[in-house]
């Protein structure tokens, strides 16, 4: 059974960073398109990066490009998301997710089988 951990969240201040790590077990991360997503109280879940199988293209959601990087590590069977500036509107529940196969990835989260549970990210002076 596919299973991921979540890790790396907490309680950072505005222009402060933060390094997400997504923890496979079960299955090798590098075959599978991952992606990050967030949901704020009250909003839908919205994509935020994600990285393809195999070449590792990325995609970025306008609200972070240029302050966010992801990343794999296939040492470690983890994909990171490093967050870097961040700003109130940046809290939300982060999650990773996962699909099989693609050699493009996607930001909807409905193109994802696969779901973690989920960390807390807030960002509040």
């Known amino acids: 059974q596919l299973q991921f951990v979540e890790s790396g969240g907490g309680l950072v201040q505005p222009g402060e960073s933060l390094r997400l790590s997504c923890a496979a077990s079960?299955?090798?991360?590098?075959?599978?398109?991952i992606g990050w997503f967030r949901q704020a109280p009250g909003k839908e879940r919205e994509g935020v990066s994600c990285?393809?199988?195999?070449?590792?293209?990325?995609n970025y959601a306008d609200s972070v490009k240029g302050r966010f990087t992801i990343s794999r590590n296939n040492a470690k069977n983890t994909v990171d998301l490093q967050m870097n500036s961040l700003k109130p509107e940046d809290t939300a529940v982060y999650y990773c997710?996962?699909?099989?196969?693609?050699?493009?990835?996607?930001?909807?989260?409905?193109?994802?089988?696969?779901w973690g549970q989920g960390t807390q990210v807030t960002v509040s002076s």
């Open positions: 997710a996962a699909v099989f196969g693609p050699s493009l990835c996607e930001l909807s989260p409905y193109k994802y089988n696969y």
């Open positions: 079960g299955f090798t991360l590098d075959l599978y398109a």
């Open positions: 990285i393809s199988s195999l070449r590792g293209s990325t």
